[in-house]
Structures are given as structure tokens and as C-alpha cells.
């Protein structure tokens, strides 16, 4: 019988799901800082709110992918690998909530503040 928790496609699978949501936070403080500018000098801010979206939902993209590597996973045998799963899986839940609320606590001075005030 093949052990499915020990292919690399599934390994690869949980590290990018452990690692998802905290280089999408990276993303979005490397995209927007420079961004306040653009959006100072237009007046608008429809290029901050689109990337904030976008890196939102890959910080959430890393809890469904933590969710879906662990499918096929319930029904194997005790050992390394198990416990492997079960602790990647609970800390990529974790980073995706903390990072997603970090995302959200960043969006607020888009929404609150003027253009030149971000």
C-alpha cells in the first residue's frame, strides 16, 4: 500500500500552505508602501485596495489548502508522517488567521484615511 502523506507532491503541498499566508502579508507591505505614492499623487486608491484584496485572499487560500492536504490523510496509520501532517496543518491554520486578520488591520487606513494619508 502507498503511503499518500509521504509523496513530494503532497509535501510540497503543506509547505505551501504553511507558507502562503505569511508571504502574502510580505507582499502586500513590499506592494503598498510604495503604492501611497501613486495613489497620493492620482488621488486614487483603487491600485491599494486590489492588491490588499488580492494578498487577503491568498492569506486565505493558505487555510483551504491547509483544509484540503489533509484529505486522505484521517485514515493512515499512526507514525512520522501523521504527526507531520497534523502539526503542518495546524500551524498553517493558525499563520492564515493571523496573517488574514493582519491584512484586514491593513486595509483599515485605506478605507479610513485620504489617499495621501495611507
Same mark, same amino acid.
Given at each position: 500500500?502507498?503511503?499518500?502523506? =509521504?509523496? +513530494?507532491?503532497?509535501?510540497? =503541498? =503543506?509547505?505551501?500552505?504553511?507558507?502562503?499566508? +505569511?508571504?502574502?502579508? #510580505?507582499?502586500?507591505?513590499?506592494?503598498?508602501?510604495?503604492? @501611497? @505614492?501613486?495613489? /497620493?499623487?492620482? !488621488?486614487?486608491?483603487?491600485?491599494?485596495? !486590489?492588491? $490588499?484584496?488580492? /494578498?487577503?485572499?491568498?492569506?486565505? #487560500?493558505?487555510? #483551504?489548502?491547509?483544509?484540503?492536504? @489533509?484529505?486522505?490523510?484521517?485514515?493512515? =496509520? +499512526? !507514525? $512520522?508522517?501523521?504527526?507531520? @501532517?497534523?502539526?503542518?496543518? !495546524?500551524? #498553517?491554520?493558525?499563520?492564515? $488567521?493571523?496573517?488574514?486578520?493582519?491584512?484586514?488591520?491593513?486595509?483599515? +487606513?485605506?478605507?479610513?484615511?485620504?489617499? /495621501?494619508?495611507?
Amino acid at each position: 500500500m502507498k503511503d499518500t502523506t =509521504q509523496s +513530494p507532491r503532497r509535501l510540497m =503541498q =503543506q509547505w505551501l500552505a504553511l507558507l502562503l499566508a +505569511p508571504l502574502a502579508w #510580505a507582499a502586500a507591505l513590499g506592494i503598498l508602501f510604495p503604492l @501611497t @505614492t501613486a495613489a /497620493c499623487a492620482s !488621488g486614487k486608491r483603487d491600485f491599494l485596495w !486590489g492588491v $490588499a484584496i488580492v /494578498c487577503l485572499v491568498l492569506a486565505l #487560500a493558505s487555510a #483551504a489548502l491547509a483544509g484540503h492536504s @489533509t484529505r486522505g490523510a484521517d485514515g493512515e =496509520q +499512526p !507514525g $512520522a508522517s501523521a504527526d507531520r @501532517t497534523r502539526f503542518m496543518v !495546524g500551524v #498553517a491554520l493558525g499563520l492564515s $488567521a493571523i496573517f488574514s486578520l493582519v491584512l484586514v488591520l491593513m486595509m483599515l +487606513p485605506i478605507l479610513m484615511l485620504g489617499a /495621501c494619508r495611507t
